[in-house]
């Protein structure tokens, strides 16, 4: 670690962290004192960046963060993550690139160790709502919304809304864009839900949630 990453790592941590979120007053200046800190913490920071109250990235290491984006109130990020521009995170997410080694049953899982890690993506124009879990590897395309409180274990498609625990494909932004259409581009069958003629259940045929 270098030392001006390590000294940044110390005055965030220990003090900016704890800094009022940017709503309350005083917030603004927090805000210019926590982005200029991950500035020197990160592998790589944009332009205007927001950095929330609580959020721990530890020293920064593996962090990329892109322009305009966010790290929201009280996330826990563990890296390698990568951040696109643009992006909106609500509180208390938690980004993990890491995961226990629990492949034995022979040895304790507490003993096993890490498994090696895997990259965590999210493209540009990205918005995670409050208290979603981004596990291990997962790739969040370009203008997807995730929905609070997800829980998301497979990679979520370019302009498509997914929710739910694990997270699936609620519908595609685009106009006139559908489920059907995620389906047909290869998505991960546990992304979708279907009935038992294989039709999606979460959208009619424009997209919008189906009546029930």
């Given at each position: 670690?270098?030392?001006?990453?390590?000294?940044?790592?110390?005055?965030?941590?220990?003090?900016?962290?704890?800094?009022?979120?940017?709503?309350?007053?005083?917030?603004?200046?927090?805000?210019?004192v926590r982005a200029g800190l991950a500035r020197w913490m990160l592998d790589a920071?944009?332009?205007?960046?927001?950095?929330?109250?609580?959020?721990?990235?530890?020293?920064?290491?593996?962090?990329?963060?892109?322009?305009?984006?966010?790290?929201?109130?009280?996330?826990?990020?563990?890296?390698?993550?990568?951040?696109?521009?643009?992006?909106?995170?609500?509180?208390?997410?938690?980004?993990?690139?890491?995961?226990?080694?629990?492949?034995?049953?022979?040895?304790?899982?507490?003993?096993?160790?890490?498994?090696?890690?895997?990259?965590?993506?999210?493209?540009?124009?990205?918005?995670?709502?409050?208290?979603?879990?981004?596990?291990?590897?997962?790739?969040?395309?370009?203008?997807?919304?995730?929905?609070?409180?997800?829980?998301?274990?497979?990679?979520?498609?370019?302009?498509?809304?997914?929710?739910?625990?694990?997270?699936?494909?609620?519908?595609?932004?685009?106009?006139?864009?559908?489920?059907?259409?995620?389906?047909?581009?290869?998505?991960?069958?546990?992304?979708?839900?279907?009935?038992?003629?294989?039709?999606?259940?979460?959208?009619?045929?424009?997209?919008?949630?189906?009546?029930?």
């Amino acid at each position: 670690m270098t030392p001006r990453r390590a000294a940044a790592s110390v005055a965030y941590l220990g003090l900016a962290r704890h800094l009022p979120w940017s709503p309350r007053p005083g917030g603004h200046a927090a805000r210019l004192v926590r982005a200029g800190l991950a500035r020197w913490m990160l592998d790589a920071c944009g332009r205007d960046v927001n950095v929330e109250h609580g959020a721990w990235f530890g020293s920064g290491r593996g962090v990329e963060l892109g322009d305009r984006s966010d790290i929201g109130m009280d996330a826990l990020v563990i890296g390698p993550v990568r951040i696109g521009r643009d992006v909106m995170m609500g509180p208390r997410c938690i980004l993990l690139a890491s995961s226990h080694d629990t492949r034995s049953v022979d040895v304790p899982m507490n003993q096993q160790g890490f498994l090696e890690d895997r990259p965590i993506v999210i493209e540009d124009d990205v918005w995670i709502g409050a208290g979603c879990v981004i596990l291990p590897g997962r790739h969040i395309g370009t203008g997807s919304i995730v929905g609070a409180g997800s829980v998301v274990a497979s990679d979520v498609p370019p302009w498509t809304v997914v929710a739910g625990n694990p997270a699936r494909i609620v519908r595609g932004r685009r106009p006139g864009q559908d489920v059907q259409d995620a389906v047909a581009s290869g998505v991960p069958p546990s992304l979708v839900e279907l009935d038992d003629h294989g039709v999606p259940t979460d959208a009619g045929p424009t997209g919008t949630p189906a009546q029930r």
